[in-house]
C-alpha cells in the first residue's frame, strides 16, 4: 500500500516537474523581453538578461521612442483593417459552409468535402507561385485586399471547427423550425449560428493570433511602406534599431500586447470551443 502511494507520489512529481519546465520555456523567454525593454542599453550590458532590474531603475524611454515612431499608427490601422475584414468572411463562410455540408445532402458532397480537406493538407509554399500570380492577375498586389483574400480562402481551419459543432446540434430543431414555417436561411441566423458562438469566440482569438503573427504574407504581397502591417514595421523597426536590444525589446512588447490582452479575455472561451469541437455526444 506504501508502495503504491509512493509511486502515485513520485508520478505526480514529474508531472509537476514537467509542467514547469514547460511554462518556463513558453514565460522566460516573454519575460527576458520584458526586462531587457526596461532597461538602458548600460543596465543591459552590466547585469543578466534573464533578471529584472530594480524597480527604481525601470526606464520608460524605450517605450516612448517605439510609440513615437511615425509608421506604428498606420501599422495598427492596416492589422486593424486586415483583420475585421478576414475574420467576418471567415466567420460568414466557414459557418454556412459547414451548416450545408453537415445539414444537406447533395451530388458530389463528398467530392467537395475531399476538395477542402485536401486544401488543408497541401502546404503552402507548394502553391505559392500560382498564388502570387492570382492574386497579380485580380490587380491585388500591393493593396490590403491581397493579405484578406489569402487569410480568407486559404486557412480552412475555421470549417473544420465549425462542422463539428453543427454535427451536435439536433436536427430536430431544423425540422421543428421547418414545420412553424421558417426558412433555411432564417433557421441558421436565428437558431443554429447562436449555438455556435463558442466556436466562433475560438475561430476569432485563433485567427487574431495568427493574423497579428504572420509576417510572410504582408512582406511578400504589401512592400508598400504606407502598408507595414504590425510584423512587418516591428521588422524594419528591428533593422534600423542596429543593435538597440532594449528599444527593440519594448517595440516586441507593444507588437504583443493586443494579442495577449484579447486572449487573457476570451481564454475561456478557447478552451471550451476546443474542448468542445474535439468531442461527439
Not at 232 to 247: E, I
Not at 250 to 271: D, E, G, R, S
Request: with cysteine; hydrophobic share 50%.
Amino acid at each position: 500500500m506504501n508502495l503504491d502511494k509512493a509511486k502515485r507520489v513520485l508520478i505526480l512529481c514529474v508531472k509537476y516537474l514537467v509542467s514547469v519546465v514547460i511554462v518556463a520555456v513558453v514565460i522566460g523567454p516573454l519575460l527576458v523581453t520584458l526586462f531587457t525593454s526596461v532597461k538602458t542599453q548600460v543596465q543591459l550590458g552590466n547585469t543578466s538578461a534573464i533578471l529584472p532590474p530594480a524597480l527604481s531603475e525601470w526606464t520608460w524611454e524605450n517605450y516612448k521612442e517605439v510609440l513615437g515612431a511615425k509608421l506604428l499608427p498606420n501599422a495598427f490601422k492596416n492589422t486593424g483593417i486586415i483583420l475585421v475584414i478576414s475574420i467576418f468572411f471567415n466567420v460568414l463562410f466557414g459557418s454556412v459552409t459547414a451548416y450545408c455540408l453537415q445539414r444537406f445532402d447533395f451530388r458530389f458532397k463528398k467530392i467537395i468535402m475531399g476538395c477542402f480537406y485536401m486544401g488543408m493538407l497541401v502546404p503552402t509554399f507548394v502553391v505559392e507561385i500560382a498564388r502570387f500570380k492570382v492574386i497579380e492577375g485580380l490587380g491585388l498586389y500591393n493593396t490590403l485586399g491581397a493579405p484578406i483574400i489569402i487569410y480568407v480562402a486559404s486557412d480552412l481551419m475555421q470549417l473544420y471547427l465549425y462542422m463539428q459543432f453543427v454535427s451536435k446540434i439536433p436536427k430536430a430543431l431544423d425540422e421543428s423550425a421547418l414545420i412553424d414555417g421558417c426558412g433555411y436561411f432564417r433557421i441558421f441566423y436565428r437558431i443554429i449560428f447562436p449555438l455556435l458562438m463558442p466556436a466562433t469566440a475560438t475561430v476569432i482569438i485563433i485567427k487574431i493570433v495568427n493574423i497579428v503573427n504572420d509576417m510572410y504574407v504582408p512582406y511578400l504581397y504589401m512592400p508598400k511602406t504606407k502598408l507595414k502591417t504590425l510584423t512587418t514595421f516591428l521588422m524594419n523597426y528591428a533593422g534600423a534599431q542596429q543593435g538597440s536590444w532594449p528599444t527593440l525589446a519594448a517595440a516586441i512588447i507593444v507588437v504583443l500586447i493586443p494579442t495577449v490582452v484579447l486572449y487573457l479575455i476570451f481564454h475561456k472561451q478557447i478552451t471550451e470551443g476546443l474542448s468542445a469541437g474535439a468531442t461527439k455526444e
